[in-house]
């Protein structure tokens, strides 16, 4: 990658422009388009005025009573390929992150999820403010078992582990399609985690195409975040198997 460009764990803010015939994505604005090299200094040098591209990626802490998804090791825009190694967790109605994983069941308060490695998680879904009660109600009932159940011992990779720990979650919730769709592990993958992680990663393989050659001029088709999606070819691999998320330290 050029030495300006450093690995982000914020929003890189990815833009689209157009000056002459195609549509170019860039992490800043260029002096010239990468098309006709025409000079771009004023506002009227371009057929379409540029515009940023929203950020799928959250902070945690600013959501709460949410699921929330991370690359076990690494991030989203460097490292994530494919759904291998996905990490699943839950926050609480103070933004804490509750998780299970090979320590067993723990918690990241608000106050340190930003260094954390869920600095930059996607969503896959949150509650409305009604169900916070419950919702924590639920999760305080869950972690009274972690000294029996939710054991860094009785922790397996394949079998027992974070989306185990969801799951069962989501199930006591008794939340509406939500947890029947938990009651089985590829249920609920396909229609909550596949869709989350296809998009990002339409978003993460654009990113590393702008970080490695400066820009990305995209070949037909309006400049729409879809677009944008489109335009980012399958180069992230998103098709997860529910068995496949699985747990890793780091
Ligand atoms: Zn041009």
Same mark, same amino acid.
């Given at each position: 990658?050029?030495?300006?460009?450093?690995?982000?764990?914020?929003?890189?803010?990815?833009?689209?422009?157009?000056h002459?015939?195609?549509?170019?994505?860039?992490?800043?604005? *260029?002096?010239? /388009?990468?098309?006709?090299?025409?000079?771009?200094?004023?506002?009227?040098?371009?057929?379409?005025?540029?515009?940023? !591209?929203?950020?799928?990626? #959250?902070?945690? +802490?600013? +959501?709460?009573?949410? #699921?929330i998804?991370?690359?076990? +090791?690494?991030?989203?825009?460097?490292?994530?390929?494919?759904?291998?190694? !996905?990490?699943?967790?839950l926050?609480?109605?103070?933004?804490?992150? #509750?998780?299970?994983?090979?320590?067993? *069941?723990?918690?990241?308060?608000?106050?340190q999820?930003?260094?954390? +490695?869920?600095?930059?998680?996607?969503?896959?879904?949150?509650?409305?403010?009604?169900?916070?009660?419950?919702?924590?109600?639920? !999760?305080?009932?869950?972690?009274?078992?972690?000294?029996?159940?939710?054991?860094?011992?009785?922790?397996?990779?394949?079998?027992?582990? /974070?989306?185990?720990?969801?799951?069962?979650?989501?199930?006591?919730?008794?939340?509406?399609?939500?947890?029947?769709?938990?009651?089985?592990?590829?249920?609920?993958?396909? @229609?909550?985690?596949?869709?989350?992680?296809?998009a990002?990663?339409?978003?993460?393989? !654009?990113?590393?195409?702008? @970080?490695d050659?400066?820009?990305?001029?995209?070949?037909?088709s309006?400049?729409?975040?879809?677009?944008?999606?489109?335009?980012?070819?399958?180069?992230?691999?998103?098709?997860?198997?529910?068995?496949?998320? @699985?747990?890793?330290?780091?």
């Open positions: 990658m050029p030495s300006n460009m450093k690995a982000v764990f914020e929003d890189p803010g990815i833009i689209c422009f157009q002459c015939k195609n549509k170019v994505f860039s992490i800043k604005l *260029l002096a010239k /388009c990468p098309e006709c090299q025409t000079e771009l200094n004023s506002d009227d040098a371009y057929k379409m005025m540029p515009f940023r !591209l929203p950020y799928p990626f #959250i902070k945690p +802490h600013q +959501h709460p009573c949410s #699921i998804l991370r690359p076990t +090791h690494g991030d989203f825009l460097n490292d994530y390929f494919n759904a291998m190694n !996905l990490h699943i967790g926050t609480t109605s103070n933004g804490t992150i #509750i998780e299970f994983d090979q320590w067993g *069941l723990h918690k990241t308060p608000t106050n999820s930003d260094t954390s +490695h869920w600095s930059q998680s996607l969503i896959v879904e949150t509650m409305t403010e009604p169900w916070y009660e419950h919702w924590d109600d639920i !999760l305080h009932k869950m972690e009274k078992t972690k000294d029996t159940k939710w054991t860094s011992a009785a922790y397996h990779e394949d079998t027992f582990n /974070c989306y185990t720990f969801v799951l069962d979650f989501l199930q006591n919730l008794n939340y509406g399609t939500l947890s029947a769709a938990a009651q089985n592990r590829t249920t609920f993958c396909e @229609r909550y985690i596949v869709p989350r992680t296809t990002a990663g339409k978003y993460i393989s !654009l990113y590393r195409k702008i @970080r050659h400066g820009f990305y001029i995209h070949t037909n309006a400049c729409t975040a879809a677009a944008a999606a489109a335009a980012a070819t399958a180069t992230t691999a998103v098709a997860v198997a529910s068995n496949a998320i @699985r747990e890793g330290s780091d």
